[in-house]
């Protein structure tokens, strides 16, 4: 069986991060947490509106981003910044945006048959948003399935891979990947693994149905991004969609992202809701992701356009001791590698959250009780933890936070708001039920 993969983000939002040359006590932090992954948001030329994701020019660098004075070409500038990554253990990943383009692009006048257009003008982008329809005016969008030179769009796909490759970078998030044929990302990956086998590709396919995210990762992709961040811990929603992709394609939890409100703000900065979720995110799925300045319980939201470096935050909380202690257990354990099978046990506490996972890939099992209150305590009781468990080997606690050095039977707890105990064991045999 092939050995799972440590995948362990940490997403660098560039305008918040600034310059290339301000990037490296970010990879260095980074690094200290256990994060092996650094995912950037995209680094090319902007159009006229200034967004991340209105990209004008695919094989130019976004000024912004830029040392003016250093005699280094710009590309020479980033590539020292995944070098410097790779010295500190760290893979790169980037955005590839080949859904859209800014409006304003170059790429409509010189290959207008790349595009959508009705009646004359070039179509936006939209989505349907709390009943409305949004319209990204500043983005124009390829035509994918109708245009009369697709072996030309499908080329200049494949070159932008590969400058972005050349700039150091061996993963691609790939945005709304569903919104791409199959048949595109099939070739496009096949094509590019054939010269780089070590590059991965990442759907963004949130929004999908958990058919529609199956048949985008049939594609050839390594990882999807699953809607961990918007569980409850009540609604079956959650394990429903897990059950229908795991055996497909492994997944990638996340607390919060650079699409949404700041969790700090969400919860009012409270910390141990913070410690809480990412703890569950980090262990649900094969991998997680987490956006810069979470670490330091940031409240203003990242934004494409807006954000600029000054809107850093001088907070005086770090939880980088806990997300190292967290992402030490995700290194240590393939149960939580991969996506294994998992079941949410039943609880006589409503507010009380029991997880198993055992490992399809070794004889290790997982039991995760998390308090779902981050306020209050919560008390739970069992006669036996073994009878969660399919092996009779002892449990032992690893959790990041007042690890129980003796698991008595009956075990009774009361857990304090948020925490989580992460309990671990070998069993005889392995069982995918």
């Known amino acids: ?11 660098l939002f560039p305008l918040l991060a600034g310059p290339f040359s301000a990037w490296d006590a970010h990879l260095e932090r980074a690094s200290r947490m256990g994060f092996n992954w650094v995912f950037v948001n995209p680094v090319q030329r902007l159009g006229a509106s200034g967004s991340l994701y209105s990209i004008a020019d695919y094989f130019s660098l976004n000024p912004a981003l830029l040392d003016q004075g250093s005699a280094d070409s710009p590309e020479d500038q980033i590539r020292r910044v995944t070098g410097k990554a790779r010295d500190l253990g760290l893979s790169m990943m980037i955005d590839l945006v080949i859904n859209h383009c800014a409006a304003d692009s170059p790429l409509l006048r010189a290959h207008p048959e790349w595009f959508l257009w009705d009646r004359g003008k070039v179509v936006n982008p939209s989505a349907k948003e709390d009943g ?8 124009a969008k390829f035509d ?9 769009f499908f080329r200049f796909c494949a070159s932008v891979v590969e400058y972005l490759i050349g ?14 044929p199959k048949s595109l990302w099939e070739r496009l990956i096949r094509e590019t693994r054939k010269k780089h086998p070590e590059v991965r590709f990442f759907a963004e396919t949130l929004g999908c149905t958990p058919d529609q995210t199956a048949e985008t990762a049939r594609a050839g992709f390594d990882y999807v991004f699953n809607s961990v961040k918007w569980w409850d811990f009540h609604s079956h929603w959650l394990m429903e969609q897990y059950q229908l992709t795991r055996n497909v394609v492994p997944s990638i939890s996340f ?28 262990l649900f799925s094969a991998g997680v992701m987490m956006p810069i300045g979470f670490e330091h319980c940031f409240r203003k939201q990242l934004h494409v356009i807006r954000t600029k470096p000054r809107d850093w935050e001088d ?25 294994a099978p998992t079941k949410i046990l039943p609880c006589n506490n409503p507010h009380v959250l029991v997880m198993w996972k055992a490992c399809a890939s070794c004889h290790e099992e997982a039991l995760l009780i998390l308090n779902k209150d981050i306020w209050n305590k919560q008390y739970f009781y069992s ?19 007042y ?31």
């Open 315 to 339: 907070t005086d909380i770090d939880l980088t001791g806990f997300i190292s202690k967290v992402n030490e257990i995700k290194t240590d354990h393939k149960v939580f590698q991969e996506e």
């Open 383 to 401: 006669d036996s933890l073994q009878g969660y468990l399919q092996a009779g080997a002892p449990l032992r606690d690893i959790s990041p936070e």
């Open 167 to 180: 700039l150091g970078f061996t993963g691609f998030r790939c945005d709304a990947a569903y919104q791409v």
């Open 255 to 282: 607390p919060e992202s650079h699409d949404t409100r700041r969790l700090c703000d969400e919860f009012n900065g409270n910390v141990e809701g913070m410690k809480q979720r990412y703890l569950f995110a980090a």
């Open 403 to 433: 690890v129980l050095d003796h698991i008595p039977a009956p075990f009774n707890y009361d857990l304090r708001p948020g925490q989580g105990i992460v309990l671990i064991t070998k069993r005889d045999r392995v069982s995918t039920d």
């Open 132 to 139: 409305r329809t949004v319209v990204w005016r500043d983005l």
């Open 144 to 152: 994918h399935k109708h245009s009369r030179d697709r072996e030309g």
């Open 1 to 11: 069986m092939r050995e799972p993969e440590k995948m362990i983000i940490y997403n």
